[in-house]
C-alpha cells in the first residue's frame, strides 16, 4: 500500500484519494491512527489534515446523521472531544478551537461516516462569508420555539 501524503489536500490530490476507496475508511479505521478508544467511539487522527493537530471524533458503527445518536452516545462523543482538545493543548500548546460537524449532502465532507473534526484555530483558515440576513432573529427564535411546542 502506498504512503499516505499528509498534504494531499495542499497538493490538490486528496479528491484522488477520496474517489479510489470502496469502502467506509472510518469503519475500517487502522488502529495506528487511533488515540484512544471509549465506548463505541474514538479519537483518531485526520491522515489528510487540513492543518496540524486536526483530530476526529467518531463512533465506531456505521452513522451518518447526528440524529442517529442515542444520548450515550453524545455523552461519549462529548468526552472525547474534551479529551481531544485537552491532549492537544499539552502536547502541542494549542489554546483555541473549532468543533465542527457537517451533516447534509452538499456541506462538503468527503467521509459519509458522521464524525466531529476537532480543528486547531488560527486566524484565516477558515473564512465566513457573510450573507444578508432576511430572516430576523427573534422571528427565527419565535418561529423555532412554535415548531418546538407543536412537536
Same mark, same amino acid.
Given at each position: ?7 494531499? *489536500?495542499?497538493k %490538490?490530490?486528496y479528491?484522488k #484519494?477520496a474517489?479510489?476507496?470502496d469502502?467506509?475508511?472510518?469503519? $475500517?479505521? /487502522?488502529?495506528?491512527y487511533?488515540?484512544?478508544?471509549q465506548?463505541g467511539w474514538v479519537?483518531?487522527?485526520?491522515i489528510?489534515?487540513y492543518i ?5 471524533v467518531?463512533p465506531v *458503527? #456505521? &452513522?451518518?446523521?447526528?440524529e442517529e445518536?442515542? $444520548? ?6 462529548? #468526552?472525547?472531544v ?5 491532549l492537544l /493543548?499539552k502536547e502541542?500548546?494549542?489554546?483555541n478551537f473549532?468543533? !465542527?460537524? *457537517?451533516?447534509? /449532502? &452538499? ?7 458522521? #464524525?466531529?473534526? !476537532?480543528m486547531?484555530y &488560527?486566524? %484565516? !483558515? ?6 444578508e &440576513?432576511t430572516v ?6 419565535? *418561529?423555532?420555539?412554535?415548531r418546538?411546542?407543536?412537536?
Amino acid at each position: 500500500m502506498p504512503e499516505i501524503d499528509p498534504n494531499a *489536500r495542499l497538493k %490538490g490530490t486528496y479528491q484522488k #484519494h477520496a474517489e479510489n476507496v470502496d469502502k467506509c475508511v472510518f469503519c $475500517d479505521l /487502522k488502529d495506528k491512527y487511533v488515540v484512544i478508544r471509549q465506548e463505541g467511539w474514538v479519537l483518531t487522527v485526520n491522515i489528510f489534515p487540513y492543518i496540524n493537530g486536526q483530530v476526529l471524533v467518531l463512533p465506531v *458503527r #456505521h &452513522i451518518e446523521n447526528f440524529e442517529e445518536l442515542t $444520548d450515550d452516545d453524545i455523552l461519549t462523543g462529548n #468526552h472525547l472531544v474534551k479529551r481531544g482538545m485537552d491532549l492537544l /493543548k499539552k502536547e502541542m500548546g494549542i489554546e483555541n478551537f473549532w468543533v !465542527i460537524l *457537517r451533516q447534509g /449532502k &452538499i456541506a462538503g465532507k468527503t467521509v459519509r461516516h458522521l #464524525h466531529l473534526n !476537532i480543528m486547531p484555530y &488560527i486566524d %484565516g !483558515i477558515n473564512t465566513w462569508h457573510n450573507q444578508e &440576513i432576511t430572516v430576523m432573529p427573534q422571528d427565527l427564535a419565535d *418561529r423555532l420555539r412554535g415548531r418546538y411546542e407543536r412537536t
